[in-house]
């Protein structure tokens, strides 16, 4: 158990499904991001939240849509995906600058069929 | 040309060998370096941070040459369970949105 917990671990929703991924942290950090990572490709940040503030969004799809209602707790709606948005999806903690590093969560691994 | 570049192997190498990963990175300003290892299908996790005067962590060895731009790991006595994927992660500012991952570089090690 790294202090980040992600739910659920694996989720296959249709196209026309809105569906949420849940992404708690018990580390006392301030900042915590949303990261997709698909087969055979590098980590890619998709949002990024600062002391509950959204402070990047990576030219990510509508369809994704982030929710930081406090420091401990991060969101990720999904609606009406496609099915190359089928990766695994990581949420990460860390203090305000990550001069620590990240921790991660074990990642929710979404199908969409 | 990408701001942290790995060979992404794989290497493939016995088990007790040694051996060694370099990372580029382009942005001079960076401040801070890490490796991080994933195995299949799971999450990152921090292996160690790189400082400057180097440093080891049992059989791991991290060095940082700023001049040329580059951190490299080493691992020695390498062991089975040390096959996975190998992450070079920069942080080029202060601001959390600021930490870059490497594509990472796959080791695989034989029995």
């Known amino acids: 158990e790294t202090g980040v917990t992600q739910t659920p671990r694996h989720l296959v929703m249709g196209m026309t499904n809105k569906k949420s991924l849940k992404c708690e942290q018990h580390?006392?950090?301030?900042?915590m991001y949303w990261y997709k990572q698909s087969a055979k490709k590098p980590l890619e940040l998709m949002f990024v939240y600062s002391l509950e503030e959204r402070v990047e969004n990576n030219s990510v799809p509508s369809r994704f849509s982030p929710e930081c209602p406090n420091s401990s707790h991060l969101f990720l709606h999904l609606h009406t995906l496609q099915p190359e948005d089928s990766a695994l999806y990581l949420c990460?903690?860390?203090?305000?600058?990550?001069?620590?590093?990240?921790?991660f969560g074990s990642g929710t691994r979404l199908t969409v069929v | 040309r990408k701001e942290v570049e790995q060979d992404p192997g794989p290497f493939n190498v016995p088990e007790g060998a040694t051996v060694a990963f370099n990372c580029t990175y382009s942005n001079s300003a960076s401040q801070s370096f890490f490796w991080y290892r994933q195995d299949c299908r799971k999450e990152p996790k921090l292996l160690m941070s790189v400082y400057s005067s180097g440093n080891e962590d049992g059989r791991f060895t991290a060095q940082l040459n700023r001049a040329s731009q580059y951190i490299s790991l080493l691992i020695r006595d390498s062991k089975l369970s040390d096959s996975a994927t190998y992450l070079c992660v920069v942080l080029r500012g202060s601001s959390a949105s600021k930490i870059i991952f490497g594509s990472g570089t796959r080791l695989s090690i034989r029995p």
């Open positions: 990460a903690s860390s203090q305000e600058g990550a001069s620590y590093g990240y921790t």
């Open positions: 580390l006392g950090h301030n900042a």
